[in-house]
């Protein structure tokens, strides 16, 4: 496969996949999601907005919750208007698991609140597809539990990957100046 050119601001946080172009956009997928609160939304229902996406799973006991503390890290980064413009969706790749309810539960007990975070899930094969948009890799393993990377991407109101980081550990200072050229 051929190689692509990327604006730098994208790669300095780590390159993307080959496959990525500056113009793809998760919106393209035109994949319906349910929220933690039970609607059904289109991913792209978020257009116009800077957003941090990921996956996860509600059962996951170490790196998902070590996500979701990053995400919040990075908002503490921002001021009150600056976090007004951005939205936070994580969706899970556990889609049999993670019902309506165990992400409403899941939303509650963490302090997830709508709509500035959103919870969702979506059936197997749009979960797949999305991970394979946002480079994001998993499988399940035999014991219920999922390998997958950890990755938060930063998307611009158009859907498209800015930037994008594996720093789960606080805020990836990087990261947040992406997020605060775009907000």
Known sequence: MKRRTFNASILSLSALPTWATVTDSVYNLQMTLT???GQSISIDAMRGRPVIATMFYTSCQMVCPMIVEAIRATEEKLTPSQRDKLAVLMVSFDPDRDTV???KATAEKR????PHWTLARSDSKSVRRLAAVLGIQYRPTKDGEFNHSSVILLLDGE???????NQIAGAD?????HIKSLV
């Open 159 to 165: 859907g498209r990957i800015k930037a994008r980081t």
């Open 35 to 37: 929220n933690q609160s």
């Open 111 to 114: 302090g997830l609140t709508a």
């Open 101 to 103: 309810e165990v992400l």
């Open 173 to 177: 200072p990087q990261l947040v100046r």
